[in-house]
């Protein structure tokens, strides 16, 4: 288990107790006696930065020690990686897309790793992070392992099943906190509808951009405008003209609306980013996102380009507009 040394500054606190109430793991804080924030069991501590990121004053502290700073997994044996013609299919397939659509962002590779499967060869990091901002590290060329204790985020280590659920997070109590829904039975509500993993089931995310994957994607996750997003939809219903059903909510975007349901329902899903995502991370207010079963890539390029020939460069010039002289 990772450590975390948390500090308090009394010449900055103000004893609003915020950093307490925020805390997303029971009995790691609790207000002293004298009204500061005192540590009661470091241990849970994931190093989210929750309390601190909510403190009015920046009084607390939190700072990696132990086990946080040192990688277990330095020394065991890494998995093989994808043969080298398949990572050339895929950087092919990239490219195609990439150059169709007009995509700015490279399409990221996302990967599970199963509780017994050898972890990837990549890089672990040497700071926590939330898997958002592992994803859009990847959309720029980065490629990421992060086992439980690189995760900041305890939301999305539940719900890929590589820890069980905190309790203020299983009751939805920090939801309403953050003034996401307006109570409590809201929250539970939404808690109870997404869909999670089995605990323990994996061990490991694993982000790469497409083109530099090591491990074959389980899904891939694209970045775009709105208008880009309906050409990669209509990319996919250029030969049969299927309509997809999305589900989306602003609520866990990455891990469960990006990754999650193209993985467990084999099937694609567009979500718009979420409070963690876009607070977290420099994802811009005029991008989403949308996460596809692998096997979706090749209909994807071939569509994307037969629609690159007319019918995108017509929209873009807006043939049907009036002219104004």
């Known amino acids: 288990m990772a450590e975390y040394q ?17 805390c997303p793991i029971p009995n790691v804080l609790e207000v002293g ?26 009084a607390l ?33 990239q490219r195609s897309i990439m150059d169709s659509l007009g995509l700015r962002w490279q399409p990221v590779a996302v990967g599970l790793i199963g509780a017994d499967e050898p972890l990837p060869d990549a890089p672990i990091p040497s700071e926590n992070l939330r898997f958002c901002q592992a994803m859009m590290a990847a959309r720029r060329g980065a490629s990421i392992l992060q086992p439980p204790h690189r995760h900041s985020c305890p939301d999305g280590t539940s719900i890929f099943g590589m820890t069980g659920v905190p309790e203020k997070l299983a009751t939805g109590e920090i939801y309403v906190l953050f003034h996401k829904v307006v109570d409590a039975e809201a929250a539970a509500r939404m808690v109870a509808e997404r869909p999670t993993l089995p605990p323990k089931s994996r061990r490991a995310t694993y982000v790469a951009p ?7 994607p389980d899904v891939v996750v694209f970045t775009g405008t709105p208008e880009q997003m309906m050409w990669l939809c209509m990319s ?19 891990c469960v609306e990006a990754v999650l349901l193209p993985l467990e329902k084999d099937e694609p899903n567009i979500t718009f ?15 989403m996102f949308m996460g596809v079963p692998t096997d979706r890539l090749e209909t994807i390029a071939q569509g994307a380009a037969e629609l690159a020939k007319k019918a995108i460069p017509d929209s873009r010039n807006k043939i049907y507009v009036e002219p104004i002289m």
Do not use: W
């Open 210 to 216: 497409l083109a530099k994957t090591v491990r074959e």
């Open 273 to 287: 980013g979420c409070y963690g995502c876009r607070a977290a991370s420099d994802i811009g207010e005029d991008m």
């Open 33 to 58: 006696p004298e009204g500061y924030p005192q540590v009661v069991d470091a241990e849970p501590c994931v190093g989210c930065q929750t309390c601190s990121g909510n403190c009015p004053r920046r």
């Open 61 to 93: 502290t939190v700072e990696a020690t132990g086990d946080a700073v040192y990688d277990p997994f330095a020394d065991e044996p890494r998995a093989e990686p994808i043969p080298f013609e398949r990572q050339q299919h895929l950087a092919k397939l």
């Open 6 to 22: 948390i500090t308090n500054h009394p010449d900055r606190c103000v004893k609003c107790g915020l950093c307490v109430a925020f």
């Open 236 to 254: 996919m219903s250029y030969y049969d003209g299927h309509r997809f059903d999305f589900a989306a909510s602003g609520f866990n975007s990455m």
